[in-house]
């Protein structure tokens, strides 16, 4: 009995031993873990602090449209960032916004680049679907009315030539011309263009100086809309139907055509009002 009560007792020494080898690995794993994060963490922040990773001109951001990279006067242009910067104080999220301010940009993405340290932005352009005309204030000067020139979306967004055409130098500029104020024709602009956009007729020119009149330059000749409602799209709409007109008279005979009622059209031919079979 005793024989085995001894045997008992040493191998339950060896297991205590045993469990407090197993408790001291633990712990100084747990320690080795401890010093190799802190390390790690400690020497990261070292590389994140040395001066490469500082933003200090244009040529360290790399900016696209679609497959074109813009040149360094555009992204210029477009953004406004001050010189040198720590590239990890740089909010990508603050600069994708400030571009999409920009009325040439309808998104934009920002990221950071660490090799080589600078930016990665890409933007989608606005599409101009016409070239815009406003006025500007009078020449006293002269006396002569002066205008602004600029392209609009299909949205009726302002977007300027000069700054259009630095980015897209090569991009062939849209043949409808609008002339007017923008806040004269805004409201109704993304329910006019759409329309044009589907019309037979060919369309080269809006005129919307007078808000109680619009007129468009067409193939046909010129068109008179009154005022801008929404019977717009079904104006355009008895416009298309009208595109073999010029088969029935003869266009130099044609002053304009009176599409203010679209359901009873009118043509004005030699001083005469004819009236046409809607």
Known sequence: MAGILSVSHKDLAQRRKKLRRHRQMKIIQ??????????????????????????????QIVMKSGDQLLSEAAIQSLLVISYPQSLWRIQPSAIAHSLQQQPIIA????????????LNIEIQERVPVAIAQKPKAQNTATDKKQVSVGLLDASGVWIPLEKYTLVNSSVKLPTLKVIGSPEQYRSYWSQLYPSLSHSTVKVTEIDCQDPTNIILKTELGNVHLGVPGPQLTEQINVLSQMRYLTEK????????????????PLVQVNQKNQKLDS
């Open 107 to 118: 998104q934009a993405s920002v990221s950071r680049r660490l090799f080589p340290p600078g």
């Open 30 to 59: 747990a320690i080795w873990r401890t010093v190799a994060i802190s390390s790690l963490a400690g020497g990261l922040l070292w590389v994140a602090i040395q001066p490469i990773w500082v933003l200090n001109a244009p040529k």
């Open 249 to 264: 008279i003869n266009p130099s005979q044609i002053e304009y055509i009176d599409l203010k009622n679209p359901e009873s």
